[in-house]
């Protein structure tokens, strides 16, 4: 079955301990992305990946690091989580298609974590 | 389920009738836009998209309109369903920018019986 897992799904945590989000793809794509989405404010982009060891910043990339060692995988980090990283957070994969009228980009996205950082 | 959108503007929508989301982006050098629906508990799932050279395009029982003069988009569902009931955000990119897409704050769409 197609699809991005997140681990874990929920997660409390106190102010300053590092964090790892896992994220992974079973769908060869090139495209990763990460969100995080806050009540009235929608879904924000913190960083995205375009293939493997390119990365950029997304909206919001404060506080937040991501590497992209390997294709499938694209790990969230928190080095010193603070309250306000509280938030629930969706990794994206998409697959980058050309097409004949111009590049769309239909994303996939994972289940969620929810972060709450005390 | 994640409550996401404690303020969320709401559109209620008959069983049957024809729902309408409206959509105003905010960048017009964007170029390609999508609108995706978010179950409660649930990450969004891509519905539908469209370019910037289209002002129309047809779905499953779903319509996407382009105005581009006034930067409007909006989403039209076909004889509503309960399990439409969701939050619909429209999504915009703008050319060359890869996979960085920037959310609307979103629509819960309540269908009633």
């Known amino acids: 079955e197609a699809q991005v897992t997140q681990n874990p799904r929920y997660l409390i945590t106190v102010t300053g301990k590092k964090l790892t989000v896992t994220c992974s793809q079973n769908m060869n794509h090139e495209y990763m992305s990460w969100y995080r989405q806050d009540p009235g404010l929608g879904l924000r982009q913190i960083y995205y990946?375009?293939?493997?060891?390119?990365?950029d910043k997304g909206d919001v990339p404060e506080g937040y690091k991501v590497s992209r060692k390997e294709k499938r995988n694209f790990p969230l980090i928190l080095e010193s989580p603070s309250p306000n990283q509280t938030s629930l957070y969706f990794c994206a994969s998409s697959k980058y298609d050309p097409g004949l009228a111009g590049e769309t980009y239909e994303q996939y996205f994972g289940p969620g974590t929810r972060l709450t950082v005390t | 389920g994640e409550s996401v959108g404690l303020h969320l503007p709401t559109l209620s929508v008959q069983e049957g009738d024809n729902s309408i989301i409206n959509c105003a982006y905010s960048n017009s050098a964007s170029d390609y836009f999508i609108w995706y629906k978010q179950e409660s508990g649930k990450g969004p799932q891509f519905i539908i998209d469209?370019?910037?050279?289209?002002d129309k395009r047809q779905g499953q029982r779903v319509t996407v309109l382009l105005n581009k003069t006034v930067k409007h988009l909006s989403l039209q569902i076909a004889a509503t369903q309960p399990g439409d009931s969701a939050v619909y955000f429209c999504?915009?990119?703008?050319?060359?920018?890869?996979?960085?897409?920037?959310f609307g704050t979103g629509t819960r769409l309540q269908v009633t019986l």
């Open positions: 990946s375009m293939n493997v060891e390119v990365t």
């Open positions: 999504a915009e990119n703008m050319a060359g920018t890869a996979s960085k897409l920037t």
């Open positions: 469209i370019r910037s050279n289209m």
